[in-house]
């Protein structure tokens, strides 16, 4: 399980500021604490949490429980982040989940013939909330979907809500089993085509 939680603030320059908290366990700590382990140095680790993130700036990185993984492996940090939202007159765009999307579904063939083993079941939950500069209003924003397969064997969950200034976004997506005959392919393909969809889509506010 992977959590990954971001508290932003946005400034008339379009640039975020604020926390970031990641929280794993079970497999996914492991993979992480064996990155860190394995990093030249700290600063090594960063740049390769880094790549792949244009406009992403970390400091204060911290890391809790490396050494316990009864425990859930905890990495906060401080996170500027650049160069994510486009303008057009006096709209601003940007895609909510900026870095941490599924950008490509990993289901390409038309037809499969052997099983799919993701080896362990995995959840990933990202949620993100952005205070907005005074003036700004929400113009365009996704609307709540649910998708799940047959038993809830996988599922995606995306919510967004807005509040004063402020907007939130849930994106959940939970695979519940690790294994996936040949007849279940094209469930998988069609899910995660709609969660590449729907990660895509874009905030529009109006700059007052």
Do not use: W
Not at 53 to 66: F, S
Not at 82 to 104: C, Q, S, V, W
Not at 129 to 155: F, H, M, Q
């Amino acid at each position: 399980r992977k959590s990954i939680n971001l508290m932003l603030t946005l400034d008339n320059e379009n640039k975020f500021s604020g926390k970031l908290y990641l929280s794993s366990n079970h497999y996914e700590a492991l993979n992480r604490s064996d990155k860190y382990r394995s990093a030249t140095n700290e600063t090594d680790f960063l740049k390769d949490y880094k790549t792949g993130k244009p406009g992403l700036g970390i400091k204060n990185y911290k890391i809790e429980n490396l050494d316990n993984l009864k425990e859930n492996l905890i990495e906060t940090m401080d996170v500027m982040i650049e160069d994510n939202i486009e303008e057009a007159g006096n709209l601003a765009y940007f895609t909510p989940l900026l870095f941490e999307r599924t950008k490509e579904n990993p289901f390409k063939l038309e037809e499969r013939k052997f099983p799919v083993d993701f080896g362990f079941p995995t959840e990933e939950n990202y949620r993100i909330t952005i205070e907005l500069p005074k003036g700004y209003t929400l113009d365009k924003a996704p609307k709540n979907e649910k998708i799940a397969l047959p038993n809830n064997s996988a599922s995606f969950t995306f919510m967004f809500a807005a509040d004063e200034g402020k907007i939130m976004i849930n994106s959940k997506i939970s695979i519940t089993k690790a294994f996936f005959t040949s007849d279940e392919y094209h469930l998988l393909k069609e899910l995660f085509k709609n969660i590449v969809r729907k990660q895509a889509e874009q905030i529009v506010f109006k700059k007052g």
